[in-house]
């Protein structure tokens, strides 16, 4: 799917030249898969230094062997991006991930289900940690609300999200396909609500809760994460 850009056998002063002129060249919208050997961190600061607001940083694999991370050039590029637009894009590209995943499920292509689950489990679980660790503590701490406000419901959700990517995982990992797609249909159930819940309440909140530099902060760590 798409193109991708393997730099483990260049040399390494060549390898940022060639990762930027493969980002300057993407179509709006476009994207490639970066395959790494080490974790890309410094490659990231560089671009949110050159090109701030202008991409998507999604990691698919990372480590130990090998480190890939999707680049995307966005459709409207724009430092003034919502908590909002950050996170809802987020949750549309796990659910494509996911989609993906059930149909290989289906055809109990194996393989293919099982990398397509190993990417949504990182990108999942990577996505409830930019929650729980960088934009939770920051609503608790504007709004006041810590044990009976809503980032206490959606860290509750996160444990049955939690289980059930665990059980997907073994069971995809011991190709039960029946119980595998019992699994991912209960996990979908639950995040239709879970998202719908954060898009609509908890993230607009956040967002007006915060200033536009700090959202821009958020955003950054987040990538990072
Ligand atoms: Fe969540
Ligand atoms: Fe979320």
Do not use: C
């Amino acid at each position: 799917m798409g193109k991708i850009l393997d730099v483990r056998e260049m040399v390494p002063k060549d390898r940022h030249s060639t990762i930027f002129d493969t980002f300057r060249n993407l179509e709006p919208g476009g994207s490639f898969v970066l395959v790494n050997d080490h974790e890309p961190k410094p490659l990231l600061y560089q671009f949110q230094a050159e090109h701030d607001g202008e991409f998507e940083w999604w990691p698919l694999e990372q480590g130990p062997q090998a480190w890939r991370v999707r680049i995307v050039k966005r459709e409207t590029a724009g430092t003034d991006r919502t908590i909002t637009d950050y996170l809802q894009t987020d949750h549309r590209r796990l659910d494509g991930i996911m989609e993906s995943f059930q149909g290989a499920l289906r055809a109990e292509r194996w393989e293919e289900a099982s990398s397509d689950f190993r990417e949504f489990v990182l990108g999942l679980r990577r996505h409830i940690r930019i929650e729980e660790e960088i934009l939770f503590p920051v609503f608790e701490e504007k709004t006041g609300m810590i044990d009976a406000g809503p980032t206490f419901v959606m860290k509750m959700e996160h444990k049955e999200i939690n289980e059930l990517l665990d059980r997907i995982l073994s069971s995809t990992d011991g190709h039960d396909a029946g119980a595998a797609s019992e699994a991912a249909g209960a996990l979908i159930n639950i995040l239709m609500d879970h998202n719908m819940k954060e898009e609509h309440i908890l993230y607009p909140e956040s967002d007006a809760f915060i200033t536009e530099a700090e959202r821009a902060q958020i955003i950054k760590k987040a990538q990072a994460a």
